[in-house]
């Protein structure tokens, strides 16, 4: 059982007595770490001094953190609702790109050659790198304008290196049985060159939101 | 009861605490005179009045300039909302309402108070905001008031039912003349620390000198804000996250403060500054 001591609704911050472990201060962006420990007199300075309200009784106990997030997550919108027209911009955090500084900058296209590319995420690199080259910030600096562009065109091959794969598995028809058998034997070789054909052209194995 | 003027008791505790420090000079065993020299110059050199803010608070700031406190917050709320401000106080502080609301009716303009902490260069309590506004050196300037007290002063000078303990609070207070003074004998025990800790031993989330200050606070007051480096790449964080999937509300009003800060930053409003984590 978890229990709200304390919440600021605006960014979604809670204190939360957690079992009898003591209290934690939970904040987005709500991660298994995220949540650390803090002393109890805390709860009467971020009530009496930092704008915390004490929450009523009908929102004082969740099962789990996963209600307890959805609550805290689920109410910022409202709590800031007259105050920020329109709502949360969707794009709130890509918006942030045409601020980050050129070790911020370094550090994403780091992060895309070493985590996105090997890992095929391929969707995200592009669309990261296709947002950095436009900014004054980088087409100002020819190594980070170099290394998007580099890594971009590696994204753009790797791609279609794996869409000619996935093309060459749909076309050769003739040859499915024998590379995959049993799966042929169960399901017949038309039916795994549609699914071959599928996958090509949506360039991903599993149909999310689709 | 006439209300206590606290910066009054604050200016009068001065030759109390120069006394108490001579006298810490002379004891048995005195403490390392260099070190006391130094950290007291440390907290008058780098001191600064700093206040720590959620996100949200942090983007209103400066995107308005306003700050308000509590009593202000609830004064706003029950303008638009049309209900008493007694009640929404109540209601809002819950089982500390009484502690909170005796400490402000002890003092002299007890409900204009403003709580920070004196900092000497640390991020400050992070536990109630990412973002630590550092006020300018030039405060505090004529008309502000400020006085300083050893620890937080609802949980070391007020009880649960609400009886403020002035006689100890008394000792404890010192006027803007006497804030390095007051943190030397406070520290006096911990100075063998490696001096780069000194600034989070100062100020920490559990532990720190409170700055109580009534004074009109607004952009330009505000030096720079500090941001320890863990908050400030898990924002990036955000950032990079976000051309790949779609933020949670939580993590889109976050974005959104930062980028305001951001902008101030970009807008030379005010210093963004990231400190490694002490």
Known sequence: ?210 | MPLVDLFDLADENARRLDDRFRALEAGSPPPDPGDLRRFEEAVTKHGRVALNMRPWIAAEFVRTGKYLNMNDAVREDAALSGRPENELLRERLGRFYQKRVSFDATFDDGCRFQYGVLNIGSAGPRSYGLFCFVLKKTFPKAGDRVAYLKRDSLNGYVADDGRVDTGSLHGDLAPHSHRHRLAALKHSDDLDTRRADWPAMLCSDDDYVEAIFVADLGKTRVSEIRIARSDYESLWELCFRAHGRRLSDGEKALAFDFRVVLEAGRNRVITLKVLDDA
Not at chain 1, 163 to 171: E, F, V
């Open chain 1, 1 to 210: 059982m978890l229990e709200l001591l304390a919440i600021a609704p605006e960014d979604g911050w809670a204190l939360v007595r957690s079992g009898g472990r003591g209290v934690r201060l939970v904040r987005p962006p709500y991660t298994k770490n995220s949540a650390a420990f803090v002393s109890e007199d805390s709860v009467s300075v971020a009530v009496s001094k930092h704008g915390f309200l004490v929450p009523g009784p009908e929102h004082s106990r969740f099962s789990n953190w996963r209600e307890l997030v959805a609550y805290l997550d689920g109410g910022i919108g409202a709590a800031r609702g007259t105050q920020v027209s329109g709502g949360l911009p969707d794009d709130a955090g890509e918006q942030l790109l045409e601020f980050a500084p050129p070790d911020v900058l370094r550090e994403f296209l780091r992060r895309v050659e070493e985590e996105l590319i090997p890992e095929g995420r391929w969707d995200h690199a592009e669309n990261l790198l296709l947002k950095m080259l436009v900014l004054d910030s980088v087409c100002g600096d020819p190594g980070l304008r170099d290394k998007a562009v580099k890594l971009l065109k590696r994204v753009s091959s790797e791609k279609e290196a794996k869409a000619a794969a996935w093309s060459g598995l749909a076309m050769e028809g003739n040859d499915i049985g024998k590379r995959f058998p049993r799966a042929t034997e169960e399901y017949g070789s038309e039916t795994i060159g549609r699914i071959a054909q599928a996958v090509q052209n949506r360039g991903m194995v599993f149909a999310f939101g689709s």
